[in-house]
């Protein structure tokens, strides 16, 4: 491939996967919110119920497919990152 289709292809590709990452990663954040809110009873949980409810979250079985597909996105992301350089003959 000499540029061209090829990268607008990845980028595109790139594009969709970004979107679902930025999806997934702003619903894991309410979701974490919701549990420190519930946690501490308070519309403002504080930063260390936050950070408790981030660390608690690695544990429980309900988050453990979010956080899979993604640490799964974040590395497709990555590879596709490094490929668009050699897509693009630079």
Not at 44 to 53: E, I, S, T, W
Not at 69 to 89: E, N, R
Request: hydrophobic share 55%.
């Amino acid at each position: 491939m000499n540029g061209g289709d090829g990268v607008y292809t990845l980028f595109a590709i790139q594009f969709g996967l970004f979107a679902v990452w930025t999806m997934l990663a702003f619903g894991m954040l309410f979701c974490l919110y919701r549990d420190a809110v519930s946690k501490t009873q308070s519309c403002f949980p504080g930063l260390r119920a936050v950070l408790d409810a981030i660390g608690s979250s690695f544990h429980k079985p309900q988050y453990a497919n979010i956080w899979l597909s993604l640490y799964i996105l974040t590395v497709a992301l990555l590879a596709i990152a490094a490929f668009i350089p050699q897509v693009m003959d630079v």
